[in-house]
Nanobody
Framework: QVQLVESGGGLVQAGGSLRLSCAAS????????MGWFRQAPGKERDFVAH????????YYGNSVKGRFTISRENAKNTVFLQMNSLKPEDTAVYYC?????????????????WGQGTQVTVSS
């Protein structure tokens, strides 16, 4: 079991930046691949990014490539999402997720652990 708590959301103007954090507690943090998903009102939960257990490999959704960066600090049980050049269409609730499966995918159903979410609003 792992518990996840996100922080860092807020209101920002288009073109601005935010850094989300996700603190994990419970079982060994390095046993889990970590990811970020987002969900806008009336839409499905979409994959944003994930990072491998060691932090050596990262993967991004097409809409955020080149603008967002995911990273993790295993010593601090924390994963981050640096979001730059934000756009109004990035507005959503952002969720931190963890999975212990061997083959990690971008499908939300494959991720077993979720935080409560943090709201990100980008004004135009």
């Amino acid at each position: 079991q792992v518990q996840l708590v996100e922080s860092g959301g807020g209101l920002v103007q288009a073109g601005g930046s935010l850094r989300l954090s996700c603190a994990a507690s419970g079982r060994s943090f390095s046993d889990y691949a970590m990811g970020w998903f987002r969900q806008a009102p009336g839409k499905e939960r979409d994959f944003v990014a994930h990072v491998s257990r060691s932090g050596g490999r990262t993967y991004y959704g097409n809409s955020v490539k080149g603008r967002f960066t995911i990273s993790r600090e295993n010593a601090k049980n924390t994963v981050f999402l640096q979001m730059n050049s934000l756009k109004p269409e990035d507005t959503a609730v952002y969720y931190c997720a963890a999975t212990s499966v061997s083959y990690v995918t971008s499908a939300a159903g494959d991720w077993g652990y979720w935080g409560q979410g943090t709201q990100v609003t980008v004004s135009s």
